[in-house]
């Protein structure tokens, strides 16, 4: 009998409210993935190269003009000066780069601390590499990190934090003080991270992302995250990046080698002509998903469901105590795809302890108005 390396791991939570919703017929705002066209120009390109033939193996770096015009978007956003061979690599997804980095970091024994409600992907990560999470729940109901907590889950054993700004599931933002803090907290510590920034564009009401690209001290020990998947409407294309100062980028790519070796080169020529061609397409993405945002909670504020809008991603969270306070979210989540055609994800799942008596679900708002129209009339009937 195998014996599982993952007893506790089942299929993901966005496998299953999408297959569920897919069975039922629901309007699926589970998974976060857009439901509209990808860029027209971005969607030739590809098809160009793919005729032009650039179909064997890129660099398993990255094609070299992918990663410049990732280097020289860094430096407008971010204002650092990052070497394009030796600091960017291209991988097959943030999901990839994430594990990838894990593996070079953790060891048997390591810890890794987490903070709660946190993407599914980084436990397992670090268990395969035969460390153990530490998980800090946030603040609620702002999703705010509990400094002090954080402070005293830190000991001789952690090695690796993750922090994820925008916040999946929340949406919430970290701010430069925040990450002062936790430079704070880690400073003369042998202890790195991992800042996954996939949403780093979608941040709304003319906040702007505080990246750890621009922190010069948490920059030098920091695996930066990001997925052109959310910034160019191709989740599927499952491509991203990785910044990461030469020494740590060096380990990162011993590990990638072995697992993906490269990411896929039509696509990634693809992106690099959208990316030198449109950039408007990054300027214009906050008030693009900021007006889904608003469409979609200004039909929710005439239905039962309580919230506050959210500052980033495309999620929103909603609390639904007084609609269905006799159900946990999982049941909650369950309810709304198969009785009220609207699928959504719940927020325990995010938790190794969820909170007592929490009641929040969350729904995706990247999708076509029609689509929200409809999810919003269905929501606001029950
Ligand atoms: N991190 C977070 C917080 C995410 O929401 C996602 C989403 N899908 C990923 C990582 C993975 O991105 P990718 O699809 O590029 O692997
Ligand atoms: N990140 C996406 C979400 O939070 C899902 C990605 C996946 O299905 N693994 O909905």
Request: charge should be negative; glycine fraction near 6%; charged fraction near 20%.
């Amino acid at each position: 009998m195998l014996v599982s390396k993952l007893p506790s791991v089942g299929t993901t939570i966005f496998t299953r409210m999408s297959q569920l919703a897919a069975e039922v017929g629901a309007l699926n705002l589970s998974q976060g993935f857009p439901d509209f066209p990808s860029p027209q120009p971005l969607l030739d390109a590809a098809v160009r190269h793919l005729q032009a033939g650039h179909n064997q193996y890129a660099p398993m770096t990255g094609l070299p003009r992918l990663r410049e015009a990732v280097a020289t978007k860094v430096a407008a956003l971010y204002g650092r000066s990052v070497s394009a061979d030796t600091e960017v690599t291209i991988v097959p997804g943030a999901t990839e780069a994430i594990f990838c980095a894990v593996q070079a970091l953790i060891r048997a024994g390591d810890e890794a601390i987490v903070l709660d409600p946190c993407y599914d992907s980084y436990e397992p990560a670090v268990e395969l590499a035969g460390g153990r999470c530490v998980h800090v729940p946030l603040n609620l109901p702002d999703f705010s990190v509990d400094w002090q907590r954080l402070s005293d889950a830190i000991n001789e054993r952690t090695r690796l934090i993750f922090i994820n700004s925008p916040h999946n599931p929340s949406g919430a933002l970290l701010s430069r003080a925040d990450l002062d803090q936790l430079a704070a907290l880690i400073r003369d510590r042998d202890i790195y991270l991992i800042s996954d920034e996939v949403y780093e564009h979608l941040v709304f009401d003319g906040a702007s992302h505080a990246s750890v690209l621009a922190h010069d001290e948490l920059y030098a020990r920091a695996f930066v995250v990001s997925s052109f998947g959310k910034t160019y409407h191709v989740t599927g294309w499952k491509t991203g990046y990785v910044v990461a100062p030469p020494a740590l980028t060096a380990e990162l790519r011993k590990v990638h080698q072995f697992v993906t070796f490269v990411a896929v080169t039509p696509l990634q020529h693809a992106l690099a002509d959208f990316m030198v061609e449109h950039p408007e397409h990054i300027a214009e993405l906050p008030a693009f998903y900021q007006a889904k945002r608003d469409l979609f909670c200004d039909q929710l504020a005439g239905s039962r469901f309580a919230f506050t809008r959210t500052p980033g991603t495309y999620f929103q969270i909603v609390d639904y105590s007084a609609i269905r306070p006799d159900l946990d979210d999982v049941a909650m989540a369950e309810w709304l795809t198969r009785e009220q055609g609207v699928a959504a994800i719940p927020v325990s799942v995010f938790y190794q302890q969820p909170p007592a008596g929490m009641r929040l679900v969350r729904f995706c708002f990247a999708k076509r108005e029609e689509t929200l129209l409809a999810a919003g009339a269905k929501l606001c009937a029950i």
